[in-house]
RNA sequence: GGCCCGGUAGCUCAGCUGGAUAGAGCAUCAGCCUUCUAAGCUGAGGGUCAUUGGUUCGAAUCCAAUCCGGGUCACCA
């Protein structure tokens, strides 16, 4: 338990205690870090007391604080300012709390449950390669996944990769008919590149036909109807759902070059899958859980023969599940793909990383299921993010408006590259250290820009402005833990953590303000990294992350390691630097950064 | 139009389960490298927390209304 949830029952304690015969059963107690510019470290709210004990708020604090420092033994002062009691904690406190966690490699992790929760992210389409909104995608998905891990949870991150329809037929037909038997190998291309192309191709013509159309006098509407390379697509769709054969080797071949396209991708990101589904295995599902539902008579029939439920209770609408003709919607597919990942894993959660733009949908898919009394319902959990944008709108792949992850990439990589050319520092490396530090310093920003907002919020990313590697930015923690490495090299100490010994366990000195600013925050790590999982938002690390290394580079500043004031102070601060750089490289994993010994 | 999400410094964002004088980064300006890495540190300027009303000892935070931006309300996925 962290120092700030102590402190809030030793109150609750102390209350009682003091003031026996008054109910103080419904007052909340408000435990805040003490503002810097008042003395002392944690500070009681005394407001909500004032009413249920008719005391004046400073006779309370008084009394309360006098308590506290008596009782306790964790505090050595107190202050009552304006209706808020500051506690000062014990030295002590703070020393042995480093002594007892510094080494300790698993520090703010949770011990391992039962709870099995599925994670399912990145979910591509196979007509086009990703592009930057994918990544904000699947960089929230991994994190996630990482950080429900370390708070107990076992994890399977899943890829359910939309391998049919439509869409991926538009991509076949432009191949075919304007493709000239195109290859990766014979054009150089990447494999999701490639098949992308052709997509942009599809709609380039789409546009034409329908433009000859319309100057031809017909109606816009039937013209997008009547668009010859549309009618094609659709009957590639329908050759495909019968499982025509020279279609479906077309198809195999075209997403076996995008697949090694994203693997390609995926690895250069560092993400991995536990389990793939594919959508043309699993877009029948779902038709069985509609014809139990109209058994339950959860569900009813219109008199063309489609199925539907009714949610108007709900203030929803009424929702198709099943065409006239028997073919399956999109709903219908998801009701089947919730209730095979439950099948097969048993998860107690389910969660989808998914755009806002699905709000909708989502709220319907739970809702159905639990009308349908489907078990895995309840674990449902939606992870919406918002849209990444260009300065001039949304990205559209079809119309080529994206920016592509591959690019991007290399982009950062080679920015990681110049600035650190510039800067003067790619001395003393070797060629394949300085391409693995470029990568880590490049692929770490890109993630952190990524995570270090507010999931739900629409981000704008201009293209022409290149990712900052100054401020709130992972370099900026990557340059943090350098510099700590470096300290640890030249004191001769392991810069992996858990072999680290010290003989003096003896420490007397007070503690300096900067010095006692890092161990407060490092206390409370376990408290963060339990909310990132809690509220399923991974910016609450990097918030937590820049600020930790903010306090280090303040703390650098002010004080001298190699040059303490004597052997103890020196020692102390060694826990304190490996601790902090221990906690900084934990909470940068779960996002998938990794942090640099030197830079 | 219904429902959902957002609106905080010039820009990008924290803070939102109510607590002290609303915080960072970028940009601007002024300082700091013979001492463990200046990708850093210190300081300055910059705010009607969209607007109005309400609840409260106390509101950026909760409630209501209004304005602005986005999403969604498909027999597309």
């Not at 090694?260 to 560092?270: A, E, L, P, S, V």
């Not at 590259?417 to 490049?442: R, V």
Request: net charge negative; glycine share 6%.
């Amino acid at each position: 338990m962290t120092l700030a949830a102590q402190i809030k029952l030793i109150v609750a304690d102390a209350v009682k205690h003091l003031f026996a015969d008054a109910d103080v059963k419904g007052v909340t107690i408000t435990i805040n870090q003490t503002k810097p510019e008042f003395e002392g470290d944690y500070t009681v709210v005394l407001f909500p007391f004032v009413k249920v004990l008719r005391m004046k708020p400073d006779a309370l604090g008084a009394q309360l604080g006098t308590y506290l420092v008596e009782k306790t033994g964790i505090f050595t002062s107190y202050q009552v300012v304006s209706g808020f009691l500051n506690l000062t904690v014990n030295d002590n406190y703070w020393v042995n709390f480093l002594l007892n966690n510094f080494n300790n490699i698993h520090f703010g992790e949770k011990p391992g449950t039962d709870c099995r929760v599925m994670i399912e992210y990145s979910s591509p389409n196979t007509n086009k390669p990703l592009h930057f909104g994918h990544m904000r995608n699947i960089f929230l998905g991994a994190a996630m996944a990482q950080i429900c891990k370390a708070n107990g949870k076992q994890v399977v991150k899943a890829n359910l990769i939309n391998d049919r329809g439509i869409h991926i037929c538009k991509s076949m037909v432009a191949w075919q008919e304007y493709g000239n038997n195109a290859t990766p190998e014979s054009t150089g291309l990447k494999g999701d590149h490639l098949v992308g192309d052709y997509y942009v191709k599809f709609n380039d013509v789409y546009k034409e036909e329908i433009a000859q159309l319309v100057a031809e006098g017909t109606d816009k509407d039937k013209a997008e109807k009547e668009a010859p390379i549309m009618k094609e697509a659709q009957a590639m769709l329908r050759d495909w759902e019968a499982g025509e054969m020279e279609v479906r080797e077309l198809w195999q071949t075209m997403n076996g070059w995008v697949y090694k396209g994203f693997d390609d991708t995926y690895r250069k990101m560092g993400i991995t899958f536990d389990k793939t589904y594919y959508e043309s295995n699993t877009y029948l599902l779902g038709k069985n859980i509609v014809a139990e539902g109209l058994e339950k008579k959860v569900l009813f029939t219109k008199e063309d023969g489609s199925v539907w439920i009714d949610l108007t209770e709900d203030g929803l609408d009424q929702k198709l599940l099943l065409r006239g003709d028997g073919t399956s919607v999109y709903m219908t597919q998801d009701l089947g793909t919730a209730r095979l990942k439950y099948d097969d894993y048993k998860l107690s959660q389910s969660v989808y990383v998914i755009a806002d733009e699905q709000n909708y949908h989502m709220q319907v898919l739970k809702l159905i299921l639990k009308k349908l009394g489907e078990p895995c319902a309840d674990g449902i959990y939606h992870l919406s993010y918002g849209m990444v944008e260009l300065p001039t709108g949304r990205m559209k792949s079809r119309e080529g408006t994206v920016v592509d992850a591959d690019d991007m990439i290399a982009e950062m990589i080679s920015l990681a590259q110049t600035q650190t050319e510039q800067a003067g520092k790619s001395d003393g490396f070797t060629h394949a250290e300085l391409a693995a530090l470029y990568e880590m310093i490049g692929l770490g920003a890109l993630k952190f820009y990524l995570l270090r907002v507010d999931p739900k919020k629409k981000m704008i990313f201009d293209p022409k402005e290149s990712i900052d590697l100054h401020g709130y930015t992972a370099t900026f923690i990557q340059y943090a833990h350098a510099r700590i490495c470096s300290i640890l090299r030249k004191e001769n100490v392991p810069l992996l953590p858990g072999n680290t010994k010290f003989q003096s366990t003896d420490f007397k000195q007070a503690i300096t303000l900067a010095e006692k600013n890092i161990v407060v925050a490092l206390e409370q790590y376990p408290d963060v990294l339990a909310s990132a999982a809690e509220e399923y938002d991974p910016s609450t690390l990097c918030n937590y992350s820049f600020q930790l290394a903010q306090l280090f580079n303040t703390f650098y500043d002010e004080h001298s390691i190699s040059k303490a004031e004597n052997e103890e102070k020196k020692q102390l601060r060694l826990m304190m630097i490996i601790m902090t750089a221990q906690t900084l490289r934990h909470a940068m994993n779960l996002m998938g950064i990794k942090l640099p010994e030197r830079m």
